[in-house]
């Protein structure tokens, strides 16, 4: 069973050497090539690929970025390939997913690849990819960006540019501007996926972008009316204003 691959890095040379150094590997299957970290996303959603070889540094969102993006879907293994070695205390706990400096030997791509075949083989590779993702230093932690999907069409949207977000069902409605995106997920779901220093949750059916609030007035049964910059009126439930305390106090 061969390894279905992508490789994401912003230089064309990068790809191409590592392309040529797995031509001959039988077990690996290079599904897609990506220079960017937002065409990684998008080919991780549509291949479902066992192994990322993972740049860190490029424009846009960076590698650490694109693993952020994948906390809701079983997890590839993952070699990071990069120029930078400051990032490798953020990566590493433990010895088990490999991080590579360029240049890179063949042998030293070998040696990695050998130890990710164990693992992918093993279907080791989602609790790998945990223990990644909790060595990352807790700035790192939270979405910078929500892939919009929407009849068969996709599109990124910055986290930061949410005003408020309200559930539906068994989805969420993501409020920008005059305009609306539904994302598939939880109130619960996408409130784990959010900065608590920018967005607050003041209902079971409402979270709200911190920097958007104008005012908060007492309303009714210890409920709070708030007020946001662009007159959007919303309710802060009794049963949430413990949140508001615990942001006040830098706890959230």
């Known amino acids: 069973m061969s390894i279905r691959t992508v490789v994401v890095d912003d230089e064309p040379l990068?790809?191409?050497?590592?392309?040529?150094?797995l031509r001959e590997?039988?077990?690996?299957?290079i599904v897609?090539?990506?220079?960017?970290?937002?065409?990684?996303?998008?080919?991780?959603?549509?291949?479902?690929?066992?192994?990322?070889?993972l740049d860190i540094q490029m424009p846009g969102m960076d590698g650490f970025g694109v693993l952020r993006m994948l906390e809701n879907r079983p997890p590839p293994a993952v070699i990071f390939l990069t120029a930078y070695d400051r990032y490798a205390?953020?990566?590493?706990?433990?010895?088990?997913?490999?991080?590579?400096?360029?240049?890179?030997?063949?042998?030293?791509?070998h040696n990695a690849l050998v130890r990710i075949k164990t693992h992918v083989r093993d279907r080791q590779s989602g609790d790998l990819a945990t223990r990644l993702l909790t060595a990352l230093d807790?700035?790192?932690?939270?979405a910078d960006w929500l892939l919009i999907k929407n009849e068969g069409k996709s599109h990124f949207l910055?986290?930061?540019?949410?005003?408020?977000?309200?559930?539906?069902?068994?989805?969420?409605?993501?409020?920008?501007?005059?305009?609306?995106?539904?994302?598939?997920?939880t109130t619960a779901?996408?409130?784990?996926?959010?900065?608590?220093?920018?967005?607050?949750?003041?209902?079971?059916?409402?979270?709200?972008?911190?920097?958007?609030?104008?005012?908060?007035?007492?309303?009714?049964?210890?409920?709070?009316?708030?007020?946001?910059?662009?007159?959007t009126r919303l309710t802060l439930s009794n049963t949430y204003k413990y949140k508001l305390k615990a942001f006040r106090r830098g706890t959230a």
């Open 14 to 21: 990068a790809r191409e050497w590592v392309r040529e150094q």
């Open 158 to 185: 910055r986290v930061t540019d949410i005003d408020w977000i309200e559930s539906q069902r068994n989805n969420v409605v993501l409020h920008v501007g005059t305009q609306t995106h539904v994302y598939h997920d």
């Open 89 to 109: 205390l953020q990566a590493f706990e433990v010895n088990a997913i490999d991080y590579l400096l360029k240049p890179v030997s063949p042998e030293r791509l």
């Open 25 to 29: 590997d039988e077990d690996i299957d």
């Open 32 to 53: 897609a090539e990506c220079e960017d970290g937002f065409k990684a996303v998008e080919a991780i959603d549509s291949q479902k690929p066992d192994l990322l070889i």
């Open 138 to 142: 807790a700035k790192h932690r939270f």
């Open 189 to 231: 779901g996408v409130e784990g996926r959010l900065d608590p220093a920018r967005f607050l949750r003041i209902h079971r059916s409402t979270i709200v972008n911190i920097d958007r609030i104008k005012e908060l007035h007492p309303w009714f049964n210890g409920d709070y009316a708030v007020t946001l910059k662009d007159g």
